[in-house]
């Protein structure tokens, strides 16, 4: 079984930036693809990164490109979305979810909005305010 476990949420001004973490434990050699999801009050969970098991493959979400970047250290099963010019939109719970599969393939069910990932962590909060 893999754990995934998110850390580093918090309340952050906007323009400011933060960084949060998803450390996975367990047989964390079973997670390929990692991603990071986002669901703000009242609205639905949507994606906002995804990188490959090596880690030189990702994508994002058009709300995000150019203001976060996803990146992971396999050596401490560890992936990070650094999170910049921040506004009150990006206020949600952000999870990281890992799938076995390849990032083309977890995008590809992405894209058609199935959102079914092999293990799922439990969130952080992320809160943007003045």
């Known amino acids: 079984q893999v754990q995934l476990m998110e850390s580093g949420g918090g309340l952050v001004q906007p323009g400011g930036s933060l960084r949060i973490s998803c450390v996975a434990s367990g047989r964390s050699a079973a997670v390929n693809a990692v991603a990071w999801f986002r669901q703000a009050p009242g609205k639905e969970r949507e994606f906002v990164a995804g990188i490959n098991g090596p880690g030189h493959g990702t994508y994002y979400a058009d709300s995000v490109k150019g203001r976060f970047t996803i990146s992971r250290d396999n050596a401490k099963n560890t992936v990070t979305l650094q999170m910049n010019s921040l506004n009150p939109e990006d206020t949600a719970v952000y999870y990281c979810?890992?799938?076995?599969?390849?990032?083309?393939?977890?995008?590809?069910?992405?894209?058609?909005?199935?959102?079914?990932?092999?293990?799922w962590g439990k969130g952080t909060l992320v809160t943007v305010s003045s």
């Open positions: 979810a890992g799938d076995s599969q390849a990032l083309y393939l977890m995008m590809g069910r992405i894209r058609r909005g199935d959102y079914t990932m092999n293990y």
